[in-house]
């Protein structure tokens, strides 16, 4: 299982995202965490926003394309997106598949 990773500056744009993803079968879930506080180097200043944390449920196969949609449809110009290689149980990787599959 992959996880992949980014912020999102609301929870329209996260579940926007979320929803994409899902409708394509490039991801088996989402989960948006609110309460996110970011503080990152921004055009010669640091700057401050409260985002919402997306993370996406995914396999090596889908990952390519799943961080293009991203890249695509997120509203920054620059989205920072992340992934990891997570272990799961025999049950979850066989959900993950059989959702990312259909």
């Known amino acids: 299982m992959i996880?992949?990773?980014t912020t999102c500056p609301d929870i329209d744009s996260a579940r926007a995202i979320a929803r994409a993803a899902l409708d394509r079968r490039?991801?088996?879930?989402?989960?948006?965490?609110?309460?996110?506080v970011s503080?990152?180097?921004?055009q010669d200043?640091?700057?401050?926003?409260?985002?919402?944390q997306l993370t996406l449920k995914t396999d090596d196969g889908h990952r390519a394309a799943l961080v293009s949609l991203i890249a695509e449809t997120h509203p920054h110009d620059l989205p920072?997106?992340?992934?990891?290689?997570?272990?799961?149980t025999p049950?979850?990787?066989a959900w993950l598949?059989?959702?990312t599959s259909a």
């Open 80 to 88: 920072v997106i992340t992934w990891e290689t997570v272990e799961t």
């Open 3 to 5: 996880h992949v990773v």
């Open 39 to 42: 503080l990152f180097h921004w």
């Open 26 to 36: 490039l991801a088996a879930c989402a989960n948006i965490l609110p309460g996110v």
């Open 45 to 52: 200043r640091i700057d401050e926003e409260p985002e919402l």
């Open 91 to 93: 049950e979850a990787a």
């Open 97 to 99: 598949t059989a959702e």
